[in-house]
C-alpha cells in the first residue's frame, strides 16, 4: 500500500474519535460534527496538519485558500508549514478592498463569498481548504472564484465529508479532485 494511504487510513479512525456530535445544533435534525476536540488536543492536532502538509509537499502549489471560517484555522497553519502564502474565502461583507462575489444555494436558503482581486494570478496554483464537505455548495464557490482570479485550483480538502449529502459526489462530478479524512454517515 502507498504510504499516503497507509498514513490515512491509519489515522481515521484516530481523527474520528476526537470529532464529537452535536445533534440537532444549530437546528433541529442537524448533527453538528465538532471539530473543536481534534483542535484542542495537541497530538491529533498535529496529525491532522501533517496529513495534509505530507499530501500538498510536493504539489508545487502557491497559495491555500480557506474557507470562512474554521477553513482559516487549518489552511493557515498548513499554507505555513509548506511556506506558501494563504488566501481567505470570506462570507459576504467582511472583506476591506475590491472583491469578487459567488453566489450559491444552500439546502435552505442561500449564501454569498467572496474574495479579494488581488489575492493571487492567473496560473497560480491553489489547493482549497474547509473543515467539511455536506451540500459541496461552499468548495465549489469557492473554487469558482479563485478560477475567475486565474487561479488553477488543484484540489479541494477537508477533514469530514459527509457523504449521504452527495457533496463530494458533486465536487469530484465538477471536474475538482477532493481529499478528505473521514467521512460520518447521515446528515
Ligand atoms: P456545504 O456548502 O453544504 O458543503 O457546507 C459546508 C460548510 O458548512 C462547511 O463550511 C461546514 O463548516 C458547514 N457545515 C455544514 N454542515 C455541517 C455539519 N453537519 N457539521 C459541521 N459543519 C457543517
Known sequence: MPIADLLHSSAEEYLKS????VPDWPKPGIQFRDITPLLGTPKTLRVLIDLFVHRYMD?????VAGLDARGFILGSIVAYELNLGF???RKKGKLPFSTVQAHYELEY??????IHTDACRRGDRVVIIDDLIATG???????????ELGATVVEGAAIVDLPDLGGSR????AGLPLYTLCDFSGH
Open 137 to 147: 455548495g461552499t468548495m465549489l464557490a469557492g473554487r469558482r472564484l479563485l478560477e
Open 109 to 114: 436558503g442561500s449564501a454569498t463569498v467572496e
Open 87 to 89: 488566501i481567505p474565502i
Open 170 to 173: 458533486r465536487i469530484r462530478e
Open 59 to 63: 504539489a508545487d502549489l502557491k497559495y
Open 18 to 21: 476526537h470529532i464529537r456530535t
